[in-house]
């Protein structure tokens, strides 16, 4: 019989010298360890009980939603394919959200939800919160780095297809335009770059196109000297470099696989699932296992957006050459006179909290950041209207009295609503600026001043993208200003 011992209420089963099982009997802790939970247990787990009673009551749908301390700051940002059932989970007695996010739940009292209709919206959403918030326990995504879009070259002998970041093809150091960029095709973008990019190896064994960045002219007699590359020989490539296919079959089987990707792409997707299945049969697991992994690839490449809802406008507006966007905006607005100075306003806070403006300055279609200014607005919280007349009552009050001059295009952050608000400050002035307009997103309309019908401009209209450029500068430039204070009252600094 094994020997058993009694030592601090535990019965230690086995020999001395050896590891021993340990069994804790309920009757034997001590009172310090039995004693009941603390008042302030007490309240975290009522606190955490209310929050997961609210998060099953929310619709069954994706979305993105937002975590607040007790102060109202948003401190952590995720999606959700079903709300009710990521946010819920959060507030489990058994949850365990790892060191890093783990306290986060001792500072939670409330969250905000963004209902959205597909899981690659609520992606993206969360994506764009995250990097215009940087909440302090996220960690993922808090960087400068884009979503991937997908290439296809329309105006070369042989087209080209590519992976790409910087989808307006705009060089920052020289602002041209690389040419395979002009008139391509450009999808995206793509929310998982790595099934990107297995789907892109998959499709050019199917689809034989060429990656490089060759300059390939047709009819060039160089071209039949010249040795392919290591894509050809395994069957990735039909070598037009080479001169071994004809302009038009390889545009042919570019247009095929430009409708491959624009289709649902059943047909090759039924047969691929045809082979995981024989080859399973077959007790070819590994080739089974591949198949399933290709399959997943190529169903991901429906998980993108369209680079039209602009996501992600500091990747997608690029470069603009500053004259010849002032030129544009000059002839699109209908002034006599050149334009030199364009300032621009915005407005940004979180549900009322911390709101602040921003103006940042063009001077020659180039940021003079000597004259960026952001301002604390101090007579409303949640009313974007009448914090923006506060911003530009403040810039331009010496300006009304004719003490100081106004810039030749004052851009407002908005649609129609945010430029009457502005021109409601301005009728009150001595002096009128000269031009004053508003860039509404999504649709990029331009409203002017006095007039009811905005003006649309086509997207690669360099005015346009000039205007873009300094609403988007605004925009960061008052979110940074708005981190800062989120942050000093946070922290206390």
Known sequence: MVPQTRCCGAILCGISDRVCTVRLCVSDVPD???????????????????????????????GVYLMKDSAGVVIYVGKAKSLPHRVSSYFLPSTDLGPAKQPMLDIVVDFDTIECDTEVSALLTEARLIKDIKPQFNVRMTDDKSFPYLVISQREDYPRVFITRNPSGIDDRTGQIAPEFKGAKILGPFIDSGALRESLKITQKIFKFRTCSLDIIENDPKNKHFRPCLLHPIGQCTAPCADRISSEQYKDDIKRFTRFIGSKRSVVLREMREQMAEAAKDMRFEDAAILRDQIKAIEKLDHRADKSDQWQPETEIGYVDPMKGLASLQRTLGLAE???????????????????????CFVDGRPFKNEYRRYKVKSVNNDDYKALQEVVSRRYREAGKGWELYPEVILIDGGLGQLHAAMEVFDSLDVPPPMVVSLAKKEELIYVQQKSAPIKLGRENLGLKLLQQVRDEAHRFAQHYHHILRRKRTLGE
């Open 32 to 62: 310090e360890i039995s004693a009941a939970p603390s008042e302030e247990d007490g309240q975290l787990s009522d606190r955490l009980r209310e929050l997961g009673k609210k998060a099953r009551a929310l619709p069954a749908v994706p």
């Open 338 to 360: 050149p334009i030199r100075c364009v300032e621009g306003f915005d407005i940004a806070h979180l549900q009322g909290n911390e709101t602040v403006g921003s103006k940042v």
